[in-house]
């Protein structure tokens, strides 16, 4: 039986593997291109061959674990990249879940009209967008059709509450985006706007980056953010791009 009185026993979040996304966006920011070359929805993006081998490495780190230490339920965004990473996990790492249950709450943040622009297109096709978010910052802006941070704080709210509703004293794995897991930290750790954007500014989380968290006293304590030992024990390269929005947050 759960335990519905709190938090998970052990709570790891994880960003998915790199995506073909990923390297698209490169793409477009190494030629100083205003739009990223992608052909699919962003939902249905998946793992490049290294973001597999990423999310290998992960789910070997969780296979040399005790196996009463191992993640019990296993949480995914619905998108492909993420999924993908989440099933490799749980397969390299001999997690025994019947299936990788996903929510719609874990998606991307949705960029609205700035989707598939790099910081160029964003600048020459919406200025008016450029100049809102300078003046207002990440944490606030939402472009037309998209999300704020706030925005997606709020679902992430309603997802943790379901979390600690059903998997209260269980081993939790969360499988999703570099945004996803800033927000995340932030409603955990009761941060506000100013510390979870120094925490962004230090560095990029990290493709099959891990936050691990573990329940001491009734609240989760943070053990480790932007874990990548798993990956460069097995000498698979570790990649940080932001997802394919480039400067829209």
Request: net charge negative; with cysteine.
């Amino acid at each position: 039986m759960a335990d519905t009185t709190g938090w998970p026993t052990s709570l790891w979040i994880v960003r998915h593997g790199e995506s073909l996304g990923n390297v698209a966006r490169d793409l477009a920011m190494r030629d100083g291109l205003a739009r990223i070359d992608i052909e699919t929805r962003d939902v249905d993006v998946p793992l490049s061959p290294l973001g597999g081998s990423q999310a290998d490495a992960v789910g070997h780190w969780f296979a040399a674990m005790p196996a009463d230490e191992r993640p019990e339920i296993v949480l995914s965004s619905p998108y492909m990249r993420a999924r993908q990473t989440a099933r490799r996990i749980v397969e390299e790492g001999a997690i025994p879940v019947e299936r990788v249950a996903t929510d719609e709450r874990l998606r991307e943040k949705e960029f609205g009209v700035l989707d598939r622009l790099t910081a160029r297109g964003i600048e020459e096709s919406h200025p008016d967008q450029a100049e809102f978010r300078r003046i207002l910052g990440k944490f606030y802006h939402r472009p037309p059709g998209g999300e704020s941070w706030c925005d997606v704080i709020l679902r992430l709210r309603s997802m943790l509450d379901t979390v600690s509703l059903h998997y209260g004293g269980k081993r939790v794995l969360i499988v999703g985006h570099q945004v996803v897991v800033l927000c995340l930290r932030y409603v955990i750790e009761r941060l506000d706007e100013e510390a979870i954007l120094a925490i962004d500014r230090q560095t990029e989380v990290a493709n099959c980056g891990i936050t691990h968290y573990e329940r001491e006293g009734g609240e989760l304590s943070l053990r480790r953010y932007n874990f990548t030992a798993p990956m460069r024990r097995e000498g698979t390269p570790v990649t940080a791009e932001p997802d394919r929005k480039a400067a829209a947050g």
